[in-house]
């Protein structure tokens, strides 16, 4: 039996970057969940078809699983396929939408934010393409969660998620899966197993820090148990709902045992990390941390030594804050690269369209035409190929590309939680700046060009707008600044600064050390101290 509940909107449920992401007790009001779900399942009219549910396990999982299943009944969802114990990676889900010709999928996580009850929590849609649905869809959600007056659950006693198999409510099928079998499946098609295997059994040593997030499961099915890693490779390896009571953040800061662990002697050769969903990874060598967008560079140079990609890559993208370093492999191979804004969403109609093979963001997110979400692992076996085929160290490969294709340094200079209006004071003074800007002298560097970046999807013509400012300097560098579309309180300033050098006896200096300049220019352009009061960033990635 259907009930209909009354219901009123809330005025702050525009998803953002990825997601609608807040603070627990946000989610936590009375309809708050129930509000956004119906206005997804309105705008996305799945009556009749296939939804894929799961999260990351965080503080909320378990309880908006069944609120989801209940309003997915109500709106006459033929089949809901749900990961055991409400588990699924975000790139599993991607994986199972794909594999099971789902209409789309609901993902619950707030990534790399921290979880518990003080944390974030989040609610992503993707669509049948398995990634995130475009902008449109986004807005379109957005608008009915402004105007929604009720919302239809089935109720009932919570369904039982710990056993796979079928059960019915109502008409609708929930079926239980396996959360990590169809995922593992794909991987196999992708790497040669047998080949990796060997490499690990010959005595090379890795490494995977699971963070007490979502990706234990999966890490521990793949490396120890399929590629037969000792037990113990994989850290941290069971998801809590609070991560241990850590950020579930693969980053310098909050994986920096890991970074100790692999400097330290007879340590494995090869370390790496994922976040709270598993779209994210870190790659960490002996006494070093490779850039992300420097992972993304390596990758499609190497891509080729993996069997999926042995015959090799369509084109590349990279969203417009990642280092131009995969643009130079892309030269190099002949092929096209594109530049996006910020979020997986915008890779989604290159990737089905094939005019990419693979893409990434300077924000540890790397993937592949395999699904249609960056992928954590699937980066973490990238790599354990590479280092099998090359019979190199991490250190040697980075360099090797440095030496081949130049090194782009590259730094991200965050100021958390500021006041909204200081961070709008910030982006607003810097477009104001724009026009005045070439040909101006800051601190030894000279302003190239400068603008606004905005998209146009060549796929379907839609037009992104404010998508961050871009100051180009003659010497070879850039900075860029946006608002992050992911925080949960006030704003967060993000400062990308690049620098490009050519000169191979200059390419192991402090990244630091090679960017003092452009930090400052930036610095002293964006006025960042005087609009916000804060003289330096709280996070440098
Ligand atoms: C951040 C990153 C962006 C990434 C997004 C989601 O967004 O900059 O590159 O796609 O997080 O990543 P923002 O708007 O805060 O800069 V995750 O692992 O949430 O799914
Ligand atoms: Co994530």
Known sequence: MITKVATTPFKDQRPGTSGLRKAVPV?????????????ILDVADLRGKTLVVGGDGRFLNDHAIQIILQMAAAAGIARIVVGRDGILSTPAVSAVIRARGAAGGIVLSASHNPGGPEGDFGIKYN???GGPAPESVMQAIY?????????SLVQGPDLDLARLGETKLADTVVEVVDPVETYVALMETLFDFGRLKAFLASGFRMRFDAMSAVTGPYAKA????RLGAPAGTV???????????????????????LIRELASPGAPGFGAASDGDGDRNLIVGNGLVVAPSDSLAVIAANAHLAPAYAGGLAGVARSMPTSRAVDRVAERLGIRSYETPTGWKFFGNLLDADRITLCGEESAGTGSNHVREKDGIWAVLMWLTILAERGESVGEILRQHWATFGRDYYARHDYEEVPTEAGEAVINGLRGLLPGLPGRKVGGLTVAAADEFAYTDPVDGSVSQRQGIRIFFEEGARAVFRLSGTGTSGATIRVYLERYEADPS???????????????AAREIADIQGKTGRAGPTVIA
Not at 27 to 39: C, K, L, T
Not at 235 to 253: I, R, S
């Open 27 to 39: 989610y936590q009001q009375p309809h708050y969940i129930e509000n956004f779900v119906q206005a």
């Open 127 to 129: 669509a049948a393409n």
């Open 143 to 151: 608008e009915r969660t402004l105007a929604i007056e009720s919302y």
């Open 222 to 225: 793949i490396f120890e148990d």
């Open 235 to 257: 850290l941290n390896g069971k998801p809590l709902p609070d991560f241990g009571g850590h950020h579930p953040d693969p980053n310098p800061v909050h994986a920096v045992e």
């Open 506 to 520: 200059r390419q192991n200096l402090d990244s630091g050390e090679a960017l003092a300049a452009v930090a400052a």
